[in-house]
């Protein structure tokens, strides 16, 4: 600590960390070393810099915190509590309890001021990189000269750990290429992970690394609140690049035993230690959970401060409004997360003389429609834009304003008739698809933005933890993965997913779409943009497929329900259910079709969603899906786990448990049994009481 520290600053540090390791020690469970090295540098933080209304939590205008590394959480949670939020000391007892708002890593929506749900290290990392986008396309497009509405910084404090993880790596190189200069990062280096000192790992130096990202770069000694306070200064001050704060701290500070010692990392200290910390802090042994009144006093001004700072923003966006009114509206109305009247009016309609068309043909269509009626879509993908067919057509480029393209280069994909700078919608993700999730969740989460991602479906497990995460957040974040099945063809079982769809409908709160033909991509779409609750993942073609006559067969919109009855038998009840999705659809509706030509009484039902359905009353689930019809075949070039649940014990599930392989997309599907006459095969197995061969 420096020796100019003041008295309470020394108090107030002291707070949080004897605070935290109060609230570890009850649980006996918890990470109690980070709060005891970083308290400076949250103090400081928090108290100095933080722009924050503890009783506003959700103003729009606030700095964003995210504490990347997430298992120091009761620091977060400690500085919740002093500096005003909803966030009661019954609820920092109650820290990693059952039913807590305290749980042990943060999580979004659980208590206000959590920003985003971090823990799995690095992750933090990529969301603040979200939420830093976020803030510069919203000024970029919102603000005027003498109207300001939207100038906030992100802050993330990081540790030993994040900076290991690759996903934080791909995230700081977007950052650095895009020359975000109102992110910046603590990174709290105390040179400890759980199970060793981290140079066991971990030896490079990290700041050389950022600086070759192109970030700003500061070394000092994290507890020196002096230092901190001018390092965070120095930042605020660098406008077109992102800052590195490395500051060195010491894990564990003022435990005589696990001072700088991995031991202090992922368990409590000890009843002992706990007394024998507070004895070196010249703190009270014989109290927990103290917290001294002078300093609940300092900490506690930030809510003055906050309301003062909203009522000026307040105040701006008036402004703003009496000088632009239509500007001011559609600011309330992206910030509301709200949707423009008729949306949804110029969205596209299909019909069979339109000729066969692969779903993301059919995605791409609607995309276009939709970034013109909805102005705060914005998303891009892992360099796959010409594959993935996401281009914002005419929507320009998010880029760097500094970012000058060689003499003579091509424009991008989105950049035709756009602008080139931060009021850019298509965002040029490169080759960095477990990033571009986090960062697609950090945007969700900031507000203001309705974020896409796209890439190859195979390559969602490159996205998956991100993904996961946005589920457990309930990020409005759309995912959208092409080139679905081993119908993609040539490139063979490297490219062709298999197990994506079972694993990723595991996923609770991750809704997952594959729609059957152009117009139920459209309907997909539709859910994908109005799902508020959680992520919503569109799964699409690269090969052509017939676009069903609906003037014969049911009506698209059935794709709400999660499935729907295509085509039905027209010789009463139908005595068999062909159940399929995506590409299978069609082909499924061909064996239909011959069956009905050889007198079997089917029907084809569409099920491009399995978790819309089960939400559907049990009354309609029955009308598509009748009981007392226990012949069944479902059809998905996929895995087979979980179609059970639909076939029962009665009936066949045509799936792939194999790999698939290199060859034409239609040959590749017939060796593997997607053909009508295949799928005829099996059903008259099942009809004839018989298991399929």
Known sequence: MSTTVKPIDELCINTIRTLSIDAVQKANSGHPGMPL???????????????????DPKWPDRDRFVLSAGHASMLIYSMLFLTGYDLSMDDIKQFRQWGSRTPGHP???????????????????GNAVGLAIAERWLAATFNRPDHEVVNHYTYVMASDGDMMEGVAAEAASIAGQFGLGRLIMLYDANQITLSASADVTFREDVGARFEAYGWHVQHID????????????KAKAVADRPSLIVART??????PHKHDSFQAHGEPLGVEEVRLT??????????????PDEALTEFRSAVEKGRDLESKWHRRVDDLHTADPQLA????????GELPKGWDAALPRFTPADGAMATRDAGQKTIVALAEAIPNLIGGSGDLDPSTRTALKGQGDFENPNFTAPAGAPPTQGMVGGPLGYG???????IREHAMAGIATGMALHGGILPFAATFFTFSDYMRPSIRLAALSKAHVIYVWTHDSIGLGEDGPTHQPVEQLASLRAMPDLTLLRPADANETVEAWKIAVTHTEGPVGLVLTRQKLPIFDRTKLGSAAGT???AYVLADSAAGPPKLILIATGSEVSIALEAHNQLTREGVASRVVSMPCWDLFQAQPQSYKDTVLPPSVKARVSVEAGSTLGWERYVGLDGAVIGLNRFGASAPGEIVMRELGFTPEHIVKVAKSILAGKRPE
């Open 222 to 233: 994290g507890m020196d609140i002096a230092a901190v306070d001018e390092a965070i200064t």
């Open 278 to 291: 507070k004895r070196a802090l010249g703190w009270p042994e014989d109290k927990s959970f103290y917290i």
């Open 250 to 255: 010491h894990i564990g500070y003022g435990s």
């Open 37 to 55: 090295g970083a308290a400076p540098m949250a103090y400081v933080l928090w108290t100095r810099h933080l722009r924050h209304s503890p009783t």
């Open 329 to 336: 509206d559609k600011l309330r109305q992206v910030l509301a």
């Open 107 to 125: 999580e979004h929506g659980v208590v206000p001021g959590v920003e985003v749900t971090t823990g799995p290290l690095g992750q933090g990392v």
């Open 424 to 430: 850019g919608r298509n965002i040029h993700f490169g």
């Open 560 to 562: 709400a329900k999660g």
